[in-house]
């Protein structure tokens, strides 16, 4: 099953032109990609596009199923939901626990407060991070701190994990950790889209890689 199809897609702006020129390709379920180019090369926009972020200008994007370009605005917010964000530098909110940061996609999608309970605490578990949900997030080392962001991503279990350049602060035993963590999720059945700069990491793992070069898909 396709998860995400782009097709001929081009997004392009008033100031700066063809950003992303006709890419085309599809990731299936369960499968882990890296997409990969130099800085400016359309990888963020990418990624915009696929979290619905953004509108392609050509083209068609399916995320699940779902045409992005004939959603509507209304109905945006919970396509995003199939999806669970990761970044390089955290977006955790540093005056709330380790609780509460990764409880708050399923706040946000009106869970009661058992099963709050009971997925927050599963998904810290999944991640390593049992005990620590009392926390705060700036008493956390940097590999804890994108753990939480890891186990907020995946605490409404999504289908789909968007990463973006999600060991760009860590070390690189640390970031080997959190590929080992990916490719857990992958196994069971987890489309996962890691956008990064770390070729040696790339070259490690194995996994298909989207080159972009300039809005061009040059490899995939």
């Given amino acids: 099953m396709t998860m995400i199809d782009f097709s001929n897609v081009t997004k392009r702006y008033e100031e700066t032109g ?3 020129r ?3 390709f599809e990731l299936e379920k369960g499968e882990m990609a890296f997409l990969t180019g130099h800085s400016g090369a359309g990888k963020s926009t990418l990624l915009r596009l696929i979290a619905a972020m953004e509108r392609c200008s050509r083209g068609q994007i399916i995320v699940d199923g779902e045409d992005l370009s004939l959603a509507k605005e209304s109905q945006l917010p919970f396509i995003r939901r199939k999806m669970g964000f990761i970044y390089q530098d955290y977006k955790l909110l540093h005056d ?3 609780f509460d940061n990764v409880a708050l996609p399923l706040i946000i999608a009106g869970y009661g407060h058992q099963e709050v309970s ?4 599963a998904s810290l578990e999944k991640v390593g991070l049992q005990g620590k ?4 997030p700036l008493a956390l080392s940097g590999g804890e701190q994108q753990r939480v962001g890891i186990a907020r991503a995946v605490v409404n ?3 789909i994990i968007i990463a973006d350049e999600p060991t760009g602060n860590l070390d690189p035993d640390l970031s080997a950790e959190i590929m080992n963590l990916f490719r857990q999720f992958q196994q069971v059945g987890v489309t996962i889209l890691i956008a990064t700069h770390d070729i040696s990491l790339i070259s490690q793992m194995n996994n298909r890689v989207l080159k972009l070069d300039h809005g061009q898909l040059v490899q995939s």
């Avoid at 009971?118 to 605490?121: A, G, W």
């Avoid at 949900?133 to 705060?136: A, L, P, V």
């Fill in 96 to 98: 709330r626990t380790v």
């Fill in 157 to 159: 279990k999504p289908p």
């Fill in 133 to 136: 949900e009392k926390k705060y």
């Fill in 118 to 121: 009971r997925r927050v605490r």
């Fill in 22 to 24: 006709n890419v085309s």
């Fill in 18 to 20: 063809d950003v992303l």
